[in-house]
């Protein structure tokens, strides 16, 4: 047998049961008129229509600039917080309890603080993103750099690297797994917040439009929402392996050899 | 880029082979009535209870011990990484209170302290950054990877190479910082038998070509003689300098003439001698 | 040896480290400063409401909170709202260890199976799980069905992953030798494959959990099922604002326990394991 078969023959196994399982939705849902379970052709249609339509710039584009801005911010804070904490032993001790204790609290219940110290909007809805996304990043970012390595230490002393060279050459580098570790949970938290914040504290964006279709029983709007939250969740996360990948690459060469 | 330290003829062009040439007259390192203990009160560890010697421009000296020995704390109080209890390390004249600008340090466990995010060459590149210009670095990048049997393999990452590869790169990047004093510190305890004889015998080359001060510690006596001006032969814990034994020993050194010679079997067992009753005074002791 | 040169004679502490105090000053040390940053966050934020920097529209005064949360401790509302929480995330996370455990035995044992599976799980992993609540909503209302429903998706993708690597490990080393010892199937289960997939299964254990939790709170702050989350959003809009700080807290409280009660449940059951040893270096 050789290779080319062998990979079509994954690629076939791989991909029958995604297709049969959205052609059986198809055909089963063809005749539906269930309130809840409209006919796919017509999601794909309502689909279509509002997000290569007026929704795009309406709601996506939005909804794409907050996360943008909000999943940044969340990241520069949380990476420079963890290594201005984790430099120092006192600090980091001083941090660990507070950074656990938001670490650990369900990000949207800071939702109703926002709402109230910022009120309804955009910056309200970035704000609760990196309040409550920051804390992920910002401890595994204390964790890697406290985890430098004593050989490491010495060296870059007796070189005597500036501390500018010891951050950027040793301390973040040797951080980077844990960063990105704590950067992916960051990211999922970042999705999480933007949409809860624009369901319950926006007048637009795909959160705002997915509660809003629902609350006004517009099913196939609410379920074209729903897909478009998933196909952007799983376009996020293959973004930031790809990412992950380049900058770790080091990484990844030491397990294989 | 600013420039520490006197510039020094150091480039490959003005090599010579003969005689000793440093920027420091006098005594390069005097190591005076070293003295280190962990904790306090009761529970007080002595490691090092009075060491004192000192290492001339030029010579390559070996500080031999039993294990235990505190050696690789006398290393780390020379190179400036810790501060001794008492006694002091003085350096081209100055005390040593930090890591100076003219000391390099090799350390033992290469996989370690080359950085593995960076290639070969940009690790040996590292410390020059503070030194010199993006230029004058690359082309000393180059040369310290020639002089180490590292020549085209500087796009190599750390752990594409072989252990007695990365420990050569270690090496480059010692002798590329320019140091007066290379200080080393059992850097072949963890390569084999075969690589660890090539890696000595590059250790002397380099030490003719750059002219370099180097001060070697090794648990390995054969190590210790094969490659030293001087052997200093420290006790066992709480540690002090037993003896100073000058290898009067032809050179150029040859793995297998210097071995045969008489004279080298002769230096070797006193030193062997010496760590043996190091080491049984240490054990009748604690 | 770096390490024979440094190690101390006998009696002295073994952990000590060149230039370090012993090991159990600098613990206590840590934990004084952890309690005295709470304290003195606790202490700004009073002394910010007191003074008015801060507006008490907004944020009530520490005190007032924590004096609110103990009242709440004492009435059964308050314990009626976690356990409706909590007990959602519990049934939801039977669930995942139940789907999960079945699911990552056929992916992790059967080729095939792995290869069918793989676009449809790698597509459904990264979706976020609030996304449905609008469809859940729309299917079940704002009952505990939906809630359970929406936790089991969310949290049971790490709980697979780790289990289907888990798995995966025992395949290897552990069974060759098993097998050349002969140790027959109730030795080679209790002690290879069981002691090999738990470090697994508890990480992601711990990681569904604390994602069951955040389900659990969101579905009950924008669904209006019954827990935290509901109190949080009432409060809010009735302007009780010190009840509202006080569950919040209760709600990172109750992440920070659950965090604590899977940490006490690693240390026996993975002992032998290098993350548990403590080489705190």
């Given at each position: 047998?050789?290779?080319?078969?062998?990979?079509?023959?994954?690629?076939?196994?791989?991909?029958?049961?995604?297709?049969?399982?959205?052609?059986?939705?198809?055909?089963?849902?063809?005749?539906?008129?269930?309130?809840?379970?409209?006919?796919?052709?017509?999601?794909?249609?309502?689909?279509?229509?509002?997000?290569?339509?007026?929704?795009?710039?309406?709601?996506?584009?939005?909804?794409?600039?907050?996360?943008?801005?909000?999943?940044?911010?969340?990241?520069?804070?949380?990476?420079?917080?963890?290594?201005?904490?984790?430099?120092?032993?006192?600090?980091?001790?001083?941090?660990?309890?507070?950074?656990?204790?938001?670490?650990?609290?369900?990000?949207?219940?800071?939702?109703?603080?926002?709402?109230?110290?910022?009120?309804?909007?955009?910056?309200?809805?970035?704000?609760?993103?990196?309040?409550?996304?920051?804390?992920?990043?910002?401890?595994?970012?204390?964790?890697?750099?406290?985890?430098?390595?004593?050989?490491?230490?010495?060296?870059?002393?007796?070189?005597?690297?500036t501390l500018t060279q010891r951050i950027r050459y040793v301390v973040?580098?040797?951080?980077?797994?844990?960063?990105?570790?704590?950067?992916?949970?960051?990211?999922?938290?970042?999705?999480?917040?933007?949409?809860?914040?624009?369901?319950?504290?926006?007048?637009?964006?795909?959160?705002?439009?997915?509660?809003?279709?629902?609350?006004?029983?517009?099913?196939?709007?609410?379920?074209?929402?729903?897909?478009?939250?998933?196909?952007?969740?799983?376009?996020?996360?293959?973004?930031?392996?790809?990412?992950?990948?380049?900058?770790?690459?080091?990484?990844?060469?030491?397990?294989?050899? | 880029?600013?420039?520490?330290?006197?510039?020094?003829?150091?480039?490959?062009?003005?090599?010579?082979?003969?005689?000793?040439?440093?920027?420091?007259?006098?005594?390069?390192?005097?190591?005076?009535?070293?003295?280190?203990?962990?904790?306090?009160?009761?529970?007080?560890?002595?490691?090092?209870?009075?060491?004192?010697?000192?290492?001339?421009?030029?010579?390559?000296?070996?500080?031999?011990?039993?294990?235990?020995?505190?050696?690789?704390?006398?290393?780390?109080?020379?190179?400036?990484?810790?501060?001794?209890?008492?006694?002091?390390?003085?350096?081209?004249?100055?005390?040593?209170?930090?890591?100076?600008?003219?000391?390099?340090?090799?350390?033992?466990?290469?996989?370690?302290?080359?950085?593995?995010?960076?290639?070969?060459?940009?690790?040996?590149?590292?410390?020059?950054?503070?030194?010199?210009?993006?230029?004058?670095?690359?082309?000393?990048?180059?040369?310290?990877?020639?002089?180490?049997?590292?020549?085209?393999?500087?796009?190599?990452?750390?752990?594409?190479?072989?252990?007695?590869?990365?420990?050569?790169?270690?090496?480059?990047?010692?002798?590329?910082?320019?140091?007066?004093?290379?200080?080393?510190?059992?850097?072949?305890?963890?390569?084999?038998?075969?690589?660890?004889?090539?890696?000595?015998?590059?250790?002397?080359?380099?030490?003719?070509?750059?002219?370099?001060?180097?001060?070697?510690?090794?648990?390995?006596?054969?190590?210790?003689?094969?490659?030293?001006?001087?052997?200093?032969?420290?006790?066992?814990?709480?540690?002090?300098?037993?003896?100073?034994?000058?290898?009067?020993?032809?050179?150029?050194?040859?793995?297998?003439?210097?071995?045969?010679?008489?004279?080298?079997?002769?230096?070797?067992?006193?030193?062997?001698?010496?760590?043996?009753?190091?080491?049984?005074?240490?054990?009748?002791?604690? | 040896?770096?390490?024979?040169?440094?190690?101390?004679?006998?009696?002295?502490?073994?952990?000590?480290?060149?230039?370090?105090?012993?090991?159990?000053?600098?613990?206590?040390?840590?934990?004084?400063?952890?309690?005295?940053?709470?304290?003195?966050?606790?202490?700004?934020?009073?002394?910010?409401?007191?003074?008015?920097?801060?507006?008490?529209?907004?944020?009530?005064?520490?005190?007032?909170?924590?004096?609110?949360?103990?009242?709440?401790?004492?009435?059964?509302?308050?314990?009626?709202?976690?356990?409706?929480?909590?007990?959602?995330?519990?049934?939801?996370?039977?669930?995942?260890?139940?789907?999960?455990?079945?699911?990552?035995?056929?992916?992790?044992?059967?080729?095939?199976?792995?290869?069918?599976?793989?676009?449809?799980?790698?597509?459904?992993?990264?979706?976020?799980?609030?996304?449905?609540?609008?469809?859940?909503?729309?299917?079940?209302?704002?009952?505990?069905?939906?809630?359970?429903?929406?936790?089991?998706?969310?949290?049971?993708?790490?709980?697979?992953?780790?289990?289907?690597?888990?798995?995966?490990?025992t395949n290897n080393v552990a069974l060759d030798m098993a097998s050349?010892?002969?140790?027959?199937?109730?030795?080679?289960?209790?002690?290879?494959?069981?002691?090999?997939?738990?470090?697994?299964?508890?990480?992601?254990?711990?990681?569904?959990?604390?994602?069951?939790?955040?389900?659990?709170?969101?579905?009950?702050?924008?669904?209006?099922?019954?827990?935290?989350?509901?109190?949080?959003?009432?409060?809010?809009?009735?302007?009780?604002?010190?009840?509202?700080?006080?569950?919040?807290?209760?709600?990172?409280?109750?992440?920070?326990?659950?965090?604590?009660?899977?940490?006490?449940?690693?240390?026996?059951?993975?002992?032998?394991?290098?993350?548990?040893?403590?080489?705190?270096?």
């Amino acid at each position: 047998m050789n290779t080319l078969t062998d990979t079509t023959r994954t690629a076939l196994t791989r991909l029958w049961l995604p297709v049969a399982l959205v052609i059986a939705w198809w055909v089963s849902s063809a005749e539906s008129t269930s309130l809840y379970f409209p006919p796919l052709a017509t999601i794909v249609e309502v689909f279509v229509r509002d997000w290569f339509g007026p929704h795009f710039t309406a709601d996506l584009l939005p909804s794409l600039g907050k996360f943008l801005i909000g999943f940044t911010l969340a990241a520069v804070l949380g990476i420079t917080g963890g290594m201005l904490l984790g430099m120092n032993r006192y600090t980091r001790a001083a941090a660990e309890p507070i950074v656990l204790f938001f670490r650990s609290l369900p990000g949207p219940v800071l939702v109703p603080i926002g709402i109230m110290v910022i009120g309804i909007g955009a910056g309200m809805n970035i704000f609760i993103m990196v309040l409550g996304a920051v804390w992920p990043t910002l401890m595994n970012t204390i964790d890697g750099v406290r985890s430098l390595d004593l050989v490491q230490q010495d060296m870059s002393r007796s070189y005597r690297l500036t501390l500018t060279q010891r951050i950027r050459y040793v301390v973040l580098p040797n951080a980077g797994p844990q960063i990105f570790a704590g950067l992916r949970t960051t990211l999922q938290m970042s999705i999480i917040l933007i949409v809860v914040s624009e369901m319950v504290a926006s007048t637009n964006g795909i959160g705002f439009y997915v509660l809003y279709s629902q609350q006004t029983f517009a099913v196939a709007e609410t379920w074209a929402g729903t897909i478009l939250l998933g196909v952007l969740g799983y376009l996020a996360s293959l973004l930031f392996i790809a990412v992950e990948r380049r900058v770790l690459a080091w990484q990844a060469g030491i397990t294989k050899e | 880029m600013t420039t520490t330290g006197p510039t020094t003829a150091r480039a490959p062009e003005t090599i010579t082979y003969t005689g000793i040439e440093s920027s420091y007259e006098g005594t390069m390192l005097e190591v005076r009535h070293l003295k280190k203990n962990y904790g306090s009160g009761e529970k007080t560890a002595r490691i090092l209870a009075d060491v004192t010697f000192d290492v001339k421009p030029g010579e390559f000296v070996c500080v031999v011990g039993p294990s235990g020995s505190g050696k690789t704390t006398l290393l780390r109080s020379i190179a400036g990484l810790q501060a001794p209890t008492s006694g002091e390390v003085i350096f081209e004249g100055e005390t040593v209170t930090e890591p100076p600008a003219k000391m390099a340090v090799v350390f033992q466990d290469y996989s370690r302290s080359l950085l593995p995010w960076m290639t070969v060459a940009a690790n040996v590149e590292l410390p020059m950054r503070n030194k010199f210009d993006k230029a004058e670095r690359a082309r000393r990048v180059e040369d310290a990877l020639i002089s180490v049997g590292l020549a085209g393999k500087g796009s190599l990452y750390p752990w594409q190479m072989s252990g007695g590869m990365q420990q050569r790169a270690a090496i480059a990047r010692g002798i590329g910082y320019q140091p007066d004093v290379l200080l080393m510190d059992e850097p072949f305890a963890a390569v084999d038998a075969q690589t660890r004889i090539e890696l000595e015998d590059l250790v002397l080359r380099i030490r003719q070509a750059y002219n370099t001060t180097v001060l070697f510690v090794t648990h390995d006596i054969d190590e210790a003689v094969y490659l030293a001006d001087r052997v200093i032969v420290l006790s066992g814990a709480p540690t002090s300098v037993t003896e100073n034994i000058v290898v009067d020993l032809p050179r150029p050194r040859d793995q297998i003439e210097t071995k045969a010679l008489p004279r080298y079997a002769q230096i070797r067992n006193q030193v062997f001698k010496l760590i043996q009753e190091a080491k049984s005074h240490a054990s009748v002791q604690s | 040896m770096v390490a024979a040169d440094i190690t101390p004679p006998a009696g002295a502490p073994a952990k000590a480290r060149p230039g370090l105090p012993v090991l159990w000053d600098a613990r206590a040390t840590d934990l004084a400063l952890g309690a005295a940053a709470v304290a003195g966050v606790l202490g700004l934020w009073e002394a910010l409401s007191r003074t008015g920097v801060l507006d008490t529209q907004v944020f009530p005064a520490a005190s007032t909170v924590l004096v609110e949360l103990w009242r709440l401790l004492g009435t059964g509302v308050f314990w009626g709202d976690l356990w409706a929480t909590l007990s959602s995330a519990l049934t939801g996370l039977a669930l995942v260890v139940l789907i999960g455990t079945v699911a990552a035995m056929l992916i992790g044992l059967i080729r095939f199976v792995e290869n069918s599976t793989w676009v449809v799980v790698e597509f459904l992993k990264p979706i976020p799980p609030i996304a449905l609540i609008p469809l859940g909503l729309l299917l079940w209302g704002p009952s505990p069905t939906m809630k359970v429903t929406l936790i089991t998706f969310g949290a049971l993708w790490p709980f697979l992953t780790q289990m289907v690597y888990g798995i995966r490990q025992t395949n290897n080393v552990a069974l060759d030798m098993a097998s050349s010892y002969r140790l027959g199937w109730w030795l080679t289960t209790t002690r290879i494959v069981v002691p090999t997939l738990l470090p697994y299964a508890l990480t992601g254990l711990r990681i569904s959990a604390s994602i069951a939790v955040i389900v659990s709170v969101v579905t009950e702050l924008i669904g209006g099922a019954e827990g935290i989350g509901q109190t949080i959003a009432v409060a809010q809009i009735n302007n009780a604002l010190p009840t509202m700080y006080a569950y919040i807290l209760t709600a990172g409280l109750l992440g920070v326990g659950i965090n604590l009660v899977f940490q006490a449940l690693e240390k026996p059951l993975l002992f032998w394991h290098p993350s548990q040893r403590g080489d705190t270096n």
